[in-house]
């Protein structure tokens, strides 16, 4: 009920606004909470490619290339497995090997990365 001279807001109305505030601060943090989450995979992946793109490199350069080789590497602050499979890939220049490699995050039990890297079976390249 308004009177005249009295130009506020009924207390309705000031619930209503309220409550509405409230749904749409629930709305913003659930997506500030899903992109922390998001922002926190994307950098586990992005930390593991580099993980399997440093090994793949390290394959190419050794001399000795073992059939499978796993191991632990840390980085950012957390500790990473590793792992490289070999297979024999026929080429029209020869052999070569294909490495799969995988890098999980300590605790985890599916990878966050994985990579092919083709690898010539002679040594000289």
């Known amino acids: 009920m308004k009177y ?19 749904i749409l601060m629930a709305g913003l943090i659930k997506i500030t909470a899903d992109n922390t989450k998001n922002l926190w995979y994307l950098e586990n992946k992005t930390i593991a490619a580099t993980i399997a793109a440093n ?23 957390r500790r990473w497995y590793w792992q490289a ?5 026929p080429s029209l220049g020869g052999t070569l090997w ?5 890098v999980f995050l300590e605790g985890d039990k599916s990878p966050y990365a994985g990579l092919l ?9």
């Open 4 to 22: 005249p001279g009295n130009g506020g807001f009924t207390l309705l109305e000031v619930l209503i606004a309220l409550a509405l505030l409230a």
């Open 55 to 77: 090994r793949a490199v390290q394959l190419r350069l050794d001399t000795e290339k073992p059939e499978n080789q796993d191991g632990w590497e840390t980085m950012a602050g």
């Open 85 to 89: 499979k070999r297979g024999v890939t």
């Open 98 to 102: 294909d490495y799969r490699i995988e």
């Open 117 to 125: 890297s083709y690898v010539p079976a002679s040594h000289e390249q």
